[in-house]
């Protein structure tokens, strides 16, 4: 799965180069942590465990370093003694920590916790991060710690590969739960056909087709590109319930199963290609995010609801028909329609699969009667409802914490947060300061003068980290005056405590320690906190000719967020606007355009109030379901008036037309959002609280859409349409009256 910061980032973006260049590739390294816990940390044989184990990482390909209480045990011994050695004593042990707290106080807080950290490059691969994992398990394990010590393997790199193996393991459950449901509603909603589960491997090879064509296009998986599949899966399905249901509808009137495939292309395939064209619309939207996973997932909806077309109308409709072509040749058929003529059979059959079907359209036509006789009321309540809802919406906040989004009981979490409250949290923001020479005498003063000031005068700024503390310590607490002084103290450095802080001869690098920011204050506060040290540093500039970028994970993560949840509604509407010029574009009417785009823009204030009143916050994914819904409500819609136009066309009147297209159509309708729904209930069984409130979300708002298509749509497509025709008719009455005029005055 890949989780690199090109897939939240542009790699064209002054932030990816600010980040991902600088940043990442020069300074930034990756840490496991191992942190251990029992009475006395200070102790010499656990010492010799950690020195065991440092020799076996510093081995493993990938590991920059290691940084461990044993390492520097030996270089302070090395100092007072000469001999690079760990001592014999738990008293000298005891001694040197004690007595040097500036070099242990942040590796051994207190005397029952130690850390020791195996740092790896930034730019390190998700492939490459696991081996090293796997392989600091299998050096812990090897170390031989006493047994009275507790280890504990945690770290972002850690967090992050746990919680990705989870996904993936939850995923296929859930997938696996939802094609149960699926089962289970077709079997239910959809009896009335023959060939009843054939929709589900049908949308299922179109799911295949699009991994193929995922592989040849070179779309990468991420996080939010798996979560598209289970939308496919309730997507592409309803193509595939339209075909078989227009397919067996005709074969029920017709009998013949050429002119029925014949007339289900003929009449379906125009309607749901249309439909999936607007669906894509409404997907095209989210080409708008400037976050390239967000771009990606549209990709990937796009190519997929094609490859389910593609898949329901030359795999779906041919299947069935050779089903039914080699059914009747059945040697037991025809044996059994000897003993009974088959024509009763099918009768009673025929019979008892009509009083079935019909119950969802007699229902479906009841609400359309009730509908279309409180017209407005119905429409005035449902905008009313609608308003509200978008007002409400502006109030739902938007959830930054990143470990809120997963199961709060995952051991890697678990860990995490018990690493956080022992040692503090790590979360940083990067300056990086570009200079003529790194050892300017001018940019080390003013550094030390930046740090102190922000460590004094932010309460969420802990700590700075630079070369600066350094060459003070080796200059007796002051920074030279003199470039050649501070070259010569560079030179006395060891090389990879230099490299931490510098680059070259013209970058060097400040670390502002911020805690559990993204927990404690969020990303509206790392924001502020951002905006403060920005306008510090016009207040305090910087020694001319040296420029500063503040860069870092907070800020990227800051940045993604705004970009994923900010931009929501502009994506939304947008993607309306998109769907209803692609409407007029088809049909060149404007209320075959405007009336499939009114009912999703209720169902999206319906949505916004029901988020507000069942509290659920917008979080990466729940920030895309504005397109979504776009994309599956309007299919709805679509059918429903395309099937209305075609019910007008022979003759009946207007509100006959909307009740065929309820009774006929309606029922297709309900067992694809009944597939749909119940397809995407499995989501909330994931343990992932992100993905159920995704799924949950996603329930609702297909139900919603479901209501608007059978609630809203039927008084507002009579109310337009009538009100048009009349208009049409007014229009021609007057044309008759002024030929008629202009015949008699001729005839003068």
């Not at 991902?20 to 020069?26: A, G, R």
């Not at 199961?407 to 409250?421: C, F, I, K, T």
């Amino acid at each position: 799965m890949k989780s690199g910061t090109e897939t939240f980032v542009g790699k064209d973006s002054p932030l990816y180069q600010d980040y991902d260049h600088l940043y990442q590739s020069i300074f930034q390294t990756r840490s496991i942590v191992i942190m251990v816990e029992g009475n006395e940390v200070k102790s010499a044989d656990l010492m010799k465990a950690v020195d065991r184990l440092e020799h076996q990482l510093q081995a493993t390909d990938g590991v920059i370093e290691t940084i461990s209480p044993a390492s520097l045990i030996k270089q302070v011994n090395y100092q007072m003694t000469g001999r690079y050695t760990l001592p014999e004593t738990d008293e000298e042990i005891k001694a040197i920590i004690d007595g040097n707290p500036d070099i242990f106080g942040q590796i051994i807080p207190d005397n029952t916790h130690m850390l020791i950290s195996v740092n790896m490059a930034g730019s390190a691969s998700d492939k490459a991060q696991e081996d090293i994992l796997v392989a600091t398990e299998d050096a812990v394990s090897f170390a031989d710690f006493p047994p009275s010590y507790n280890i504990i393997i945690t770290g972002d790199p850690a967090f992050s590969i746990s919680m990705n193996y989870e996904m993936n393991t939850s995923m296929g459950l859930l997938l696996g739960l939802s094609a149960i449901f699926m089962v289970t509603v077709l079997l239910l909603v959809f009896r009335h056909v023959r060939w009843s589960l054939l929709p589900l491997p049908v949308v299922l090879l179109g799911v295949v087709y699009t991994f193929g064509a995922m592989g040849y296009i070179g779309i990468p998986m991420s996080m939010v590109s798996m979560s598209a599949f289970p939308i496919l899966i309730g997507v592409g399905i309803d193509y595939a319930i339209q075909f078989h249901n227009r397919l067996e509808e005709e074969l029920q009137e017709k009998g013949n199963k050429t002119g029925a495939v014949i007339e289900t292309v003929k009449h379906t395939g125009p309607a749901v290609l249309i439909a999936l064209a607007m669906t894509a619309l409404g997907f095209f939207s989210l080409f708008t995010s400037t976050v390239p996973m967000i771009q990606d997932f549209g990709k990937l909806l796009m190519i997929g609801i094609l490859m389910c077309y593609f898949s329901s109308i030359f795999v779906g409709v041919v299947t069935i028909s050779l089903f039914d072509k080699y059914s009747e040749k059945n040697p037991l058929r025809k044996i059994a329609n000897k003993i009974k003529p088959a024509n009763s059979g099918k009768k009673k059959k025929s019979e008892e699969e009509s009083a079935s079907s019909r119950l969802i359209g007699r229902t479906l036509q009841k609400i359309t009667n009730v509908t279309i006789k409180y017209n407005i009321l119905v429409l005035g309540i449902a905008c009313l409802l609608c308003f509200g809802g978008l007002y409400l919406d502006q109030s739902v906040p938007i959830e930054t914490d990143v470990q809120t989004f997963v199961p709060q009981d995952m051991p890697a979490l678990v860990n995490l947060r018990h690493m956080g409250d022992i040692m503090g949290g790590d979360d940083q923001l990067n300056l990086i300061i570009k200079v003529k020479d790194t050892a300017n005498p001018d940019v080390l003063k003013w550094i030390d003068r930046f740090s102190e000031h922000e460590v004094a005068s932010n309460a969420h700024i802990y700590s700075a980290t630079s070369i600066v503390p350094l060459v003070k310590e080796r200059n007796g607490g002051v920074i030279p005056d003199t470039s050649q002084e501070i070259k010569n103290i560079y030179s006395q450095i060891p090389e990879a405590q230099k490299n931490r802080y510098m680059y070259g001869n013209n970058m060097l690098l400040l670390n502002f320690n911020i805690g559990n920011a993204v927990a404690d204050i969020k990303m509206t506060g790392i924001e502020e906190l951002t905006n403060i040290v920005k306008q510090d540093m016009q207040w305090m500039p910087a020694p001319p000719g040296t420029t500063v970028t503040i860069t870092g994970n907070s800020v990227v993560f800051m940045e993604v967020l705004t970009a994923l949840t900010s931009g929501r509604v502009a994506m939304t509407f947008f993607g309306l606007l998109l769907v209803f010029a692609g409407l007029l574009v088809v049909y060149r009417d404007w209320v075959k355009a405007l009336v499939p785009v009114i009912p999703m823009v209720i169902v999206i204030g319906w949505s916004g109030g029901v988020m507000s009143y069942l509290n659920i916050d917008y979080t990466p994914m729940t920030a895309t379901l504005g397109a979504l819904i776009l994309g599956v409500g309007s299919e709805y819609a679509i059918l429903m008036m395309e099937r209305y136009f075609e019910e007008k066309d022979k003759g009946v009147s207007h509100i006959e037309a909307i009740q065929m297209a309820s009774s006929k159509i309606g029922s297709a309708i309900v067992a694809s959002g009944a597939t749909t729904v119940f397809g995407f209930m499995a989501l909330i069984a994931s343990p992932f609280p992100m993905i159920t409130d995704f799924g949950m979300v996603t329930v609702i708002d297909i139900v919603l859409a479901l209501l608007a298509t059978f609630v809203v749509f039927p008084p507002l497509m009579i109310t337009l349409d009538t009100w048009r025709d009349r208009r049409k008719g007014l229009r021609t009455a007057e044309k008759r009256t002024e030929i008629q005029k202009q015949t008699q005055g001729a005839e003068i």
